[in-house]
């Protein structure tokens, strides 16, 4: 389900945009994906130019690319985020996020939630009117039929991520399961996100409602900088 559309050049200026915003002393939520990923690449050349920041990597991805561009790491047992970097699958006008195309966003929640700021990178084809992208629904094993007939009962048609090169399912880097969750379009996603969140054996799902404080949105040629208003 790992969505990639859009230019490189286009994510590549989101993410080296938002990689400017960091100061000395603050610790970076890192996030995971093609746009995030930039991201990373950046704020390493930043370090070894002189910044002084540490990093909270939100997947293994995340923490191999921080390794490799030089960024100290640290953990939220012994830090809190200052800002956090992450990409999304699709992006509302009203500021809501589908998150999860990676597998990564349970632990992306948790960090980006965090953060006393929260910039998202995406390129041009991640921005909706409204969301309609699938939500992944990450699940403990034992839980996947009754986490599904719960998504069924809402609406939805989940469907369990295979992965491409093994037989057998994706195995996120916490040991679970992915539900693809498409609900069509989603009309109230804070209303979904309560109902997903109270179905027992759900470990998180990939709606991010009131978390995102800034949108930086990069083309070929510019980046545009958007202020969240709905973010809480």
């Known amino acids: 389900m790992k969505q990639t559309g859009g230019s490189e050049a286009g994510k590549r200026r989101a993410g080296e945009s938002a990689a400017e915003l960091p100061s000395d002393g603050e610790v970076v939520g890192l996030g995971t994906g093609s746009t995030a990923a930039h991201a990373i690449r950046a704020l390493g050349d930043r370090v070894d ?8 990597p939100t997947s293994f991805q995340a923490r191999q690319l921080a390794q490799e561009a030089g960024i100290p790491l640290t953990t939220l047992e012994e830090a809190t985020v200052d800002i956090a ?8 006008d009203s500021g809501a996020l589908v998150k999860g195309g990676g597998g990564a966003h349970a632990r992306e929640k948790f960090v980006d ?12 084809s991640k921005l909706a009117t409204s969301l309609d992208y699938p939500v992944p629904i990450e699940v403990l ?4 039929r009754p986490v599904a007939d719960a998504v069924r009962a809402a609406g939805g048609d989940p ?35 309560a109902t997903l969140s109270a179905v027992p ?6 709606l991010f409602v009131g978390l995102a404080d800034e ?8 980046v545009e900088v958007r202020p969240v208003e709905s973010a809480d």
């Open 49 to 56: 130019a002189g910044l002084d920041v540490r990093g909270i």
């Open 85 to 92: 970097i992450d990409g999304a699958d699709q992006v509302a």
């Open 113 to 124: 939630a965090d953060a006393d700021r929260f910039i998202v990178v995406a390129d041009p």
């Open 141 to 144: 094993p034992d839980a996947r």
């Open 159 to 193: 469907t369990l991520r295979v992965a491409e090169r093994k037989d057998g399912p994706v195995v996120t880097d916490n040991g679970n399961l992915l539900l693809d969750c498409a609900f069509g379009a989603i009309a109230e996603p804070d209303a979904l996100a």
């Open 201 to 206: 054996g759900v470990v998180e799902h990939g």
């Open 215 to 222: 949108l930086h949105v990069g083309s070929d040629d510019d």
